[in-house]
């Protein structure tokens, strides 16, 4: 039972760790220590949720169905793309920690709106929760063995986005340097493009 457990956690970190669009935005928010618990909750929330849609099977609705995959990919390209050349505008115009403070002084329900886009209209959020790691759990047959491996990758989810969420505070003399920002900037607009790349091939399926 352990092991199911254990490759919940193992398969879900190994993917959520990787440099994404959320896990850059929660790193700004930790930087500006602003309103990082219902963050870090949403975060863990989300993942959690689409992945047991995953492993309990629905995971191969969205598979098996080409139009549903159109219509997520075209919404995410728009997306992703539009965001990235705001990304390189700021990369462009440059920034310090202080400033970004001063300038995006925004309430609890601007943050978590804004969250919500970037994670759900991400096409690689569903394709990493629902379709990778819910799949993997949606091998196992009895409730209880189902169970256990989405408690593994709440976990995972749960150890990283705290870690980034209060780990982060100890960088901020690190990210008060302007080109510190401007190559974070320019790396979320990089990222994007590129996962909207990505998603053309889903077009045309």
């Known amino acids: 039972m352990f092991s199911i457990l254990l490759k919940g956690y193992t398969i879900t970190f190994s993917l959520i760790v990787a440099i994404g669009i959320q896990n850059i935005f929660v790193l700004k928010q930790a930087l500006k220590q602003k309103f990082i618990l219902p963050i870090v909750i949403i975060c863990i929330s989300i993942d959690v949720f689409l ?93 209880q063995e189902k ?6 990758t709440f976990l995972a989810s749960s150890s990283w986005f705290i870690l980034l969420g209060y780990g982060s505070k100890y960088l901020i003399p690190f990210f008060k340097k302007k080109v510190v920002w401007r190559i974070i900037d320019l790396l979320i607009a990089l990222i994007m493009l590129s996962i909207a790349y990505s998603l053309v091939p889903y077009l045309y399926k």
């Open 51 to 143: 992945i047991s849609i995953g492993v309990f099977g629905f995971g191969y609705i969205i598979k098996d169905n080409p139009f549903t995959l159109k219509i997520i990919s075209f919404v995410g390209i728009v997306f992703l793309v539009s965001y990235s050349f705001i990304s390189f505008y700021w990369a462009i115009k440059g920034k310090v920690l202080d400033d970004d403070k001063k300038e995006e002084n925004k309430s609890l329900k601007q943050i978590i709106i804004f969250l919500l886009l970037i994670t759900l209209l991400n096409p690689h959020v569903y394709l990493d929760t629902v379709l990778l790691i819910g799949s993997v759990g949606a091998i196992y047959e009895t409730t």
């Open 147 to 152: 169970l256990l491996y989405i408690l593994g």
